[in-house]
Structures are given as C-alpha cells and as structure tokens.
C-alpha cells in the first residue's frame, strides 16, 4: 500500500520535534518510533529497486531488525519481525518478516546464521518478493550468513562465485541465478537499534536457487547430511527406511505423505546403486542415464583444489529436473582453501585426496573410470577459471567490498572469532601452494 506524502511529512516532522526536544534520544528510541505499522509496509515498485552492484563500486547496506529473535535455538522457532534495508541514506524498503536460525553445527555458535522471509503483512501471510539490486531478481527469501568460522567473510561466497564461473563454462544451470551454487554480498545487521555484526546477505538452498518448479514431482533438491563411511552419502548403501533418511534431506521435492516421501528416496537410491553396484564397464556405458558427467568433473576438480575437506560426502547437493539425471551442485563453502571445518585450524596445502577422512566411492569410480576425461577438464579449467590469477582475482574483488570501519565494527563486536589470525594472504598463499600440489597429484594419476 502507497504511502501518501502527506503522512511521510507527519512522521517526518514528529521524528524532527522529538529529537530537538529530547537532548539524547537513543538508537534504540529513534528505531521504535519509525517501526513498521501494518500501514506503513510499502510495496517495492521498479523505481524503488537501488541497483547497489555497480561495477567495482559497493556500498555495504544496512538491514535493521525490530522484534524478538537473538534468542531463538532451534530452526523449529519462528519469530515475527520488521525490518527495513538502508544503503546510504537511501531506504531500499520495509517490509514485515518471519526469522529462524539457520545450519546444522553453527547453531552452537555465539554469532547465528539466520533465514528470512519477507512479508507485506503482519500475519506473515503474503509474500512480499523485493528486489535487492543483486541481479537474482524479485525473492521474499534469503539467508543471512554470519560466516562466524572464517573471519575473512569471503570463502563461502568467493569459491561459490569461482564455482559458478567454472559452470558457465560448460553452460550448466544457465537459467538459475548463480549457475547453480549461492551468491552473496556483505551486510551490516542491526537487531532493535544496536550493532549485531558483519554478514553476507546470500541466496538459500531453496527452489529458486536452482530454478526449481515446486509443482513438477520430478523437481528435486536433495542435501548429503554426513561424512559417514559405508552411507548412502559416500554411495555405498542404498537407503531403506526412515532411519536412513536422515543422511540426505529433502530441499526441494515431494514431501507432504509418506508414499511421496519414499517416491523421492527411491529416485536417489536408483543413482546410489547404479554406483555402488555397477561394473566399471556398466559404470562408462551407462553413466549419462544416472548423472551429468560436466557437473561431476567440475564439482570434483573445484573441490580438490580448495580442499572443501566438507563437501568430499556431506553438503552435496544433487539436483535433477527429470527425476533421472542429477547434478552434483557445491554448497557449503566456508571449510575451504586450508581452513578446518570450525576455523580454529588450518590444514596443510598437501593434504591428499586419499587422506580426506570423508570418502565418497561415486569419487573414487570417475577417477577409475573417467581418469583421463578428469585430468584433461581439470587442466582445461586450471588454464581458465580456476588458475590461480582468476581465483585471486575474485577474492579481492570480494575484500573491497568492506571498509575498515565495517571491520572495526565487527572485530568489536566479536572478539572470539576462531579464525581471526587467517586473513585474506593466508588464502593467497595457499591458493598457490594448494595449486601447485593439486596439479601435480592429477597430472600424476
């Protein structure tokens, strides 16, 4: 609903008298007043839409949270909150939204990653889609990242922008945002009026991530959940009752009974036999009518060389749009070039594919029987967008983004960050390093 000009020049000049008149008012007071009332939730036109990705140019946003949600635990809790978006002295929007915490192992973490739902209002009933600018289009739902392990805030979205570069490349999900993996930008959250800390604003492993049409049964989005050995995520055991369910999680896909439940299970155990049984001649021959081989070489040749340690087993996801044909998709990107899953340690540069603790024999088969188509795209993507100069391109281009002052801000905040020692040349350095052994390791198959 259109606010008249009329009542912005009340509100306006209430602010003005309340704040000449009262010689210290607060953040917190000055954010209550202008809180979000249900007449007051304005809905995004074309001309309201910042564009804030202006070439090399970036002004960090700020998003203001107003409600009752630092305490929530479980992604079972759902708060009610309003909200607004202002880059500069620009507001962006308002809108009303529902917030929950969001991740497996970070939810013990002091700083939480959150998803959040746009709403126009307050009984959270329709979505209010808003352009951020960021070139993903009209969405109601994003994921706020607080990216607590990796002090750096940058390997989540770099190495997902790196993997989407390697994507475009051999034109895999072309219709999707980011060619199939998240994309973010930084994002300073302020929750009722005080400094919450730095994040990244990102797109959720969720249906549109991936262009996904919610009313096709063959649409699915499934999720690895562990590293363990003998699983169905390392694709050595089918899955045969709920109990095995746990290991991958439905993102997107049939869900709602039992039967469409074991419908979509039963369309990823068809891919987890085919290679946990087939002959290595089987395997080559049939190979196309279980899974796409670009996708497989590209997701193994990126992880190798940033040593994603987390996404050998766990954090695949695997993605098909005809319930036959899945591709392997990256997600899950902080635990990468050296740094260990909870960003207390590094890991050595020459830490071996055959050393990783997670196995995954779907890896260990293309290495068999596709050697030689593996060790020619690793090379055709080393020559292109995975050498050495394009990834450390990327990684400034991400670091520009963030002032000083937004990081004298956060460091304030939270002085327990685990990884606060690894800065940006600790990722140069060992992109290098990790380069040269990888190299070596495939040219040596």
Known sequence: MEIKKEKIH???????????????????????????????????????????????????????????????????????????????????????????????????????????????????????????????????????KANWIDSTQARNIVTARIASNMQEEYNLFSNTPNNGVIDGYPIEIYANGEYL???????????????????????????????????????????ENEKDYRDWSIEVGPDSTDEEIKSTYDKLNRVIKFVKDSSNEEFREHFDEYLNLDACLNYLSLTLLDNGIDNVAKNMLLVTYDGEVWYPALYDLDSTWGLYWNGEKLCNSYYGFYEYEAKSKLWDRILICYKDEFKQRYNELRNSVLSNDSIIYEFNK????????????????WTNIPSIEYDLNQIINYVKDRGEYIDNFVNNL
């Open 197 to 239: 800390g730095l994040y990244t604003i990102n797109i959720p492993k969720d249906a549109w991530m991936f262009n996904i049409d919610k009313n096709n049964e063959n649409h699915i989005v499934m999720c690895a959940e562990n590293n363990l050995s003998n699983s169905s995520c390392t694709f050595e055991k089918v899955m």
């Open 398 to 413: 991400f670091n520009s983004y963030i002032t000083e002052d937004a990081w004298k801000r956060e460091h304030e905040k």
């Open 10 to 144: 009340i509100i306006t000049l209430l602010v003005v008298i309340l704040i000449l008149s009262i010689p210290v008012i607060s953040t917190v007071a000055i954010v209550e007043i202008i809180r979000n009332k249900p007449d007051e939730i304005v809905e995004q036109t074309p001309t309201q839409a910042i564009d804030l990705v202006d070439g090399e140019n970036y002004i960090i946003p700020k998003l203001y949270l107003d409600g009752d949600f630092l305490n929530l635990k479980s992604k079972k809790e759902i708060a009610s909150v309003s909200c607004k978006i202002v880059v500069e002295k620009n507001e962006l929007f308002r809108s009303y939204a529902s917030i929950k915490v969001q991740g497996t192992s970070s939810l013990r973490y002091d700083k939480k990653n959150y998803t959040i739902n746009f709403f126009k209002d307050e009984q959270n009933n329709e979505k209010n889609k808003i352009d951020l600018g960021f070139g993903w289009g009209e969405q109601s739902k994003y994921c706020l």
